[in-house]
């Protein structure tokens, strides 16, 4: 299947349709706000059931179990819970997205997560979108590949993946909680038979919204890495993925640290970062090679990262890319340190807490 996507993808790419919506996008939320709908219709039921021959009991019973569960399965508004920092707090840093997404016609930031990941992410939670800036990958690039993270991650707003959808993933909790209270498992062989239909309906449903995700959010991944590297070039967005697959060297520093003999703050995440950015030749070969042989991926969200670099090798040169002086680039570190630091220290209390 991921291959099949990749050369999809290749192929759009050179007949120039890459930026083109596709029917699978259109049926995943047509899918998704059929499924959405379902509650609404059970309440719908639930009180139609009620008032049909009130005051019969059955009828009654039946009706207000049909609407609360209906109700039990409505969508949930999304929250942000983590910290959240705005532009009032880090002026320069917002400066640099605002910059990346005026450049790339789409909508700036509103706040930015400071996250431990070797990773980035943008995140829409109601009317906020949020960046999720990754200490340790920030500190381990160079000014040209925290642009390319940072020009892919804000294309996703553009290129309608359906995985950051808030609508899709609704769509799939309320399937989730369908299948946990149809399922057929009472032990009573009439009401699990009439349970077993519209358990499996729903199952149905959830596998072909599953399905058509994973191809669109898939595909959204190659039009992010297109979209990004017309700002930043191919090359940096490259290089930046080759860092991020180097993700286990952190696991291996963190495994080879004592609680007691190591700095926290700014000084953990140095030196988790230089643990990426200054691995060997030779083992950064070997990593790599296994990138590329067994097609891992950064997750399960995203394409294997060796279809990704072979997709960005076909993308047209790009005249001028996105500079960030090195000035400028070191106000907007000494602005993050001491939200850097502040998650060093988390990084060593979780690991005392380890030991």
Known sequence: MGEA???????????????????????????????????????????WLIALDFPNFILGVVGAIILALG??????????????????????????????????????????????D????MLHVRNERVMGIGAVLWHALPAEQRVAIIAHEFAHQINGDPARSGLTQKALDTLEGWLWYLEP????????????????MA???????????????QRAEYL????????????????????????????AELRGMHANRTAGGIKMVHRLAN?????????????????????????????????RLAFLDLLPAVGDTLRVGNDKMAAIDAELEPHFAKLGDEILKAQGDDF
Do not use: C, W
């Open 185 to 200: 498992d009472t032990g009573e062989l009439f009401t699990d038979l009439v349970m077993m239909l519209p358990y499996l």
């Open 203 to 217: 199952a149905g449903f959830y596998r072909l919204l599953v399905r058509l995700m994973f191809i669109e959010s």
């Open 71 to 116: 109700a039990m399965l409505l969508p949930r508004r999304s929250r942000n819970r983590e910290t959240t920092l705005t532009r009032s707090g880090l002026p320069k840093t917002f400066d640099l997205l605002d910059r990346i997404a005026t450049e790339m016609g789409t909508e700036p930031a509103t706040g930015v997560h400071i996250i431990p």
């Open 224 to 251: 992010a890495d297109a979209i990004g590297a017309r700002l930043s070039g191919a090359g940096a967005l490259q290089e930046a993925l080759k860092t991020i697959s180097l993700n286990d060297r952190i696991e």
């Open 5 to 47: 996507v990749f050369l999809n993808a290749q192929r759009d790419l050179v007949s120039g349709d890459i930026d083109r919506r596709r029917a699978a996008s259109l049926a995943a939320k047509t899918v998704s706000v059929a499924v959405l709908a379902t509650p609404f219709f059970s309440i719908l039921l639930g009180i």
């Open 118 to 121: 070797l990773n980035a992410y």
């Open 275 to 307: 643990a990426v950015s200054n691995t060997p030749e030779e083992e950064r070969k070997d990593i790599l090679d296994q990138v590329f042989a067994k097609k891992l991926s950064v997750d399960d969200t995203h394409p294997p990262t060796a279809y």
